[in-house]
C-alpha cells in the first residue's frame, strides 16, 4: 500500500526531527508549515497532498528565475548525460566560458574568476585572497551584516548571537554601522586587508543605505590601500532591480562574492570574480587556494543559462517594475496597522517587512503559511518578513500576495484584540 500523504509527512517529520534537528522541527511545525514539498514549477511548489503554495521565500532569495527553469534544466540535463564532474587535468570547458561570461558582465569587467559551492565559501575565498593581496590581516564589516557561517565568513559578520558559541573567531575584524561612510573612515587604516559589505544588507532586515555610500566606502578603500569585497551573494543577477546591487551606486570592487541566483535555480554554484591585484597569489601558485567540485561543469551549464536568461529576459528590468507593485501593495496593506508594522521597504524585488516584533512578524507568517503564501522571517533581525520571489513572477502572483497578506494582517491584529 502507497502511503498516504498525511503519513508521508508524519513520517518525514519524525526523521526530521529525530536526525536533522528536533529544535527545527518543532518550530516550522508550529509555524504552520505543517506539510512536505513534492515538485515546483516556477513561482509554484506543490506538497504530497496537492496543495499549491506560492513561493515568494524563493530558496533564501536564490530563485530568481523561479523553480525548474526550462532552459536552464535542459542546459543541466544536457550537461548531466555528457560529463556532470570535472578530472581537473583536462581543460573544463563550461568553467571557462562562464569565467569569460563573467568577466563581461561584471562591473568594470572583473578578469578573473574561481567558483566554489556557495555564499560562505565565496566570502571565505574572498577574505584569504584579500590578506595575500594586500600584506595586511585586518577587515572591517558592518554591524548586522551576513555574509555566511563558516568561520572565516561568520568571522567577518555582524551578529553576535551567530558567533558567540564558537569563538575565537579569526582576529583584526572591527565593525561598523552600515550605511555610514564617516564611521568607515575612522577604522579602516593601513592594517586593513578588506572591507567587505552587502550593497543591501538582506538578513539584517532589507536595509538599503543612502545612496553614495559604496562610492564613499570605495574612495576610503583607495586612499587606504584596502580591499573593497562587495558581497552580491543575494542582491546579485537582478534582485534589487539592476544586475548588480553596487550598480546602483556605479561602483567596481576589487572582489565581488556571488552565489545563489548564479545556480539559476538548479545548481548550488558560488564565485569569486576579481581585478588582478587581487589574484597575485595565484600567480605565484595556481593551487594556493582549491575546490574538488567548485566549477563543475553541471554547476557552470547552470550558470551559463541562469545569466543569459537573466539578461535576455530583461529580468532586473522586470524585478524592478514589480517590486514597485509589490512594494505599493504592501504599503497600502499596512496603513490601517501602525502598531503592527514599523516600516516596509525595498528595492527591485527584495522586500522587507519591519513588524513591532518578532512575534508578531512569525504570527504574520504562519497566517501567510494558512493562505499558502512561503515567506520567511530576516535571520539578523527577526522582526522582519522578508519577501523574495522569483523575477519571473506575475502580476497576478504579487497581487495575490498582497491581498493574502492584508487578510493575513487582519487575522492577527483580531487575534490580538481577542
Ligand atoms: N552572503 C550573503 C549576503 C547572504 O545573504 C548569504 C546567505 O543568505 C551568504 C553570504 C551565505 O550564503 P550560503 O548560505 O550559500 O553559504
Known amino acids: 500500500m502507497p502511503k498516504t500523504p498525511d503519513e508521508i509527512f508524519e513520517e518525514t517529520f519524525a526523521w526530521h526531527a529525530k536526525h536533522l534537528s528536533p529544535a527545527q522541527a518543532t518550530l516550522l511545525r508550529f509555524a504552520g508549515f505543517e506539510s512536505v514539498a513534492d515538485h515546483a514549477q516556477g513561482c509554484i511548489v506543490w506538497d504530497v497532498h496537492g496543495r499549491e503554495y506560492l513561493d515568494f521565500q524563493g530558496c533564501y532569495g536564490a530563485l530568481t528565475l523561479g523553480h525548474c527553469h526550462p532552459l536552464v534544466v535542459a542546459a543541466v540535463e544536457e550537461q548531466l548525460h555528457k560529463m556532470p564532474l570535472p578530472t581537473h587535468m583536462l581543460f573544463n570547458r563550461p568553467k571557462a566560458e562562464l569565467a569569460a561570461l563573467l568577466a563581461e558582465i561584471t562591473p568594470g569587467n572583473l578578469q ?45 559578520s555582524g551578529r553576535e548571537r551567530y558567533q558567540k558559541p564558537f569563538e575565537p ?85 576589487d572582489i565581488i562574492a556571488l552565489a545563489k541566483a548564479l545556480g539559476g535555480g538548479v545548481m548550488p554554484i558560488g ?20 575546490s574538488t567540485f567548485g566549477g563543475n561543469p553541471l ?45 516596509v521597504r525595498g528595492r ?20 501567510m503559511a494558512l493562505r499558502r503564501i512561503l515567506t520567511t522571517y530576516s535571520l539578523n533581525r527577526p522582526e522582519v518578513m522578508r519577501l523574495a520571489p522569483p523575477l519571473i513572477v506575475t502580476e ?23
Open 112 to 156: 578573473y574568476t574561481f567558483f566554489c559551492n556557495s555564499g560562505a565559501e565565496a566570502v571565505e575565498g574572498a577574505i584569504k585572497l584579500a590578506r595575500a593581496a594586500t600584506g595586511r590581516t585586518g577587515y572591517v564589516t558592518t554591524i548586522n551584516s551576513f555574509h555566511g557561517k563558516t568561520m572565516g565568513a561568520l568571522s567577518v
Open 169 to 253: 573567531l579569526i582576529p583584526d575584524v572591527s565593525r561598523v554601522p552600515f550605511g555610514d561612510p564617516e564611521a568607515l573612515e575612522r577604522v579602516v587604516g593601513e592594517k586593513t586587508a578588506a572591507v567587505i559589505l552587502e550593497p543591501i544588507q538582506g538578513e539584517g532586515g532589507v536595509i538599503i543605505p543612502p545612496g553614495g555610500y559604496l562610492r564613499r566606502a570605495r574612495k576610503i578603500c583607495d586612499t587606504e590601500g584596502a580591499l573593497l569585497i562587495i558581497d552580491e551573494v543575494q542582491t546579485g543577477f537582478g534582485r534589487t532591480g539592476r544586475l548588480f546591487g553596487c550598480d546602483h551606486d556605479g561602483v567596481v570592487p
Open 271 to 290: 564565485a569569486i570574480v576579481a581585478r588582478p591585484e587581487a589574484w597575485k597569489i595565484f600567480k605565484d601558485d595556481p593551487y594556493i587556494h582549491t
Open 299 to 343: 554547476a557552470c551549464a547552470a550558470g551559463l543559462a541562469a545569466v543569459k536568461v537573466t539578461i535576455e529576459g530583461g529580468l532586473p528590468e522586470r524585478a524592478r517594475a514589480l517590486g514597485e507593485r509589490l512594494l505599493g501593495g504592501l504599503k497600502t496593506s499596512v496603513q490601517a496597522y501602525p502598531h503592527l508594522v514599523t516600516e
Open 396 to 418: 497576478d502572483q504579487i497581487d495575490r500576495v498582497v491581498e493574502a497578506f492584508s487578510k493575513s494582517l487582519a487575522a492577527v491584529d483580531k487575534l490580538l484584540h481577542e
Open 348 to 367: 527591485g524585488l527584495m522586500v522587507g517587512v519591519e513588524f513591532v516584533s518578532s512575534d508578531h512578524a512569525t504570527a504574520v507568517l504562519s497566517e
